[in-house]
């Protein structure tokens, strides 16, 4: 793999696209416009084939398959108006969310290596404070003009979860043979704990922080009210159901 393959693959998307942009003109774009909403689902049917069409060139070029995704939204974004993006999108974002990465987890999290990250828990708690280091701390520095230091803590531990991304490292290292299976077993456990922590650190901080600011507290157990003495008696505080009538700040109902 190299550069003049990623050259080749970026003209033959171009090409691509440009051949598209002409046929925008003709009637099979028009037919394909019309039934984008209907049963058939032609734009997304047609998105899918050119997906599938790059992914297979990236592989006979020996590049990663994320490689043609990217082109192919290259392809789609010049070869359509933004309009027509916008429903693309919703549709892709049906797709992705809904069937490929559930797919892809499932897939990842069979193949999880549980007994080496049991056996060897230090490497987890490595890769989970290098989340925290790497993702976390620079929000500490991006928003410490916006944002008081408890903010910028929810902050930090929010943008310090992270799962897609330690799965996709872990996965395309070992099908590189650049990363040894404990250590893409341990990153992944790391993905998983910080999805799994972060988060509920981070909502119980604002849900104490809003408690303190609205003032709700223990309730106050219910006792006798005191109150100081009137001028002239011994000067010790009494109790308020204790008082005459006449004492009590409220005047006392008239006897009919």
Avoid at 33 to 52: G, I, M, P, W, Y
Avoid at 245 to 251: I, K, L, R, S, T
């Amino acid at each position: 793999m190299g550069s003049p393959d990623h050259a080749s693959i970026a003209a033959f998307a171009w090409v691509l696209a440009w051949v598209i942009r002409l046929m925008a003109r003709t009637r099979v774009a028009r037919i394909v416009l019309e039934n984008s909403h209907d049963t058939s689902q032609a734009t997304l049917r047609v998105t899918v084939v050119l997906l599938v069409g790059l992914l297979l060139v990236t592989q006979q070029f020996g590049v990663e398959a994320a490689l043609g995704a990217f082109f192919a939204g290259m392809v789609l974004r010049r070869s359509s108006s933004t309009a027509e993006r916008h429903a693309s999108d919703d549709k892709l974002d049906a797709v992705g969310y809904g069937v490929c990465i559930p797919v892809f987890f499932i897939s990842s999290g069979m193949g999880l290596d549980v007994t080496s990250i049991v056996q060897n828990p230090i490497r987890l708690l490595v890769f989970l404070v290098l989340l925290l280091v790497v993702r976390g701390v620079p929000a500490l520095l991006v928003y410490r003009t916006t944002l008081v230091l408890r903010e910028r803590f929810e902050a930090m531990l929010l943008t310090a979860t992270a799962l897609p991304l330690p799965v996709a490292l872990a996965e395309i290292g070992l099908e590189s043979g650049v990363m040894l299976p404990e250590n893409a077993a341990a990153l992944v456990g790391a993905g998983v704990v910080s999805v799994a922590l972060f988060p509920v650190v981070a909502i119980s901080m604002r849900r104490r922080a809003a408690a303190r600011v609205s003032g709700v507290g223990p309730p106050v157990p219910a006792g006798p009210q005191w109150s100081a003495s009137r001028p002239g008696t011994t000067g010790r505080p009494c109790r308020v159901e204790d008082r005459p009538a006449e004492q009590h700040d409220v005047p006392a109902p008239a006897l009919r």
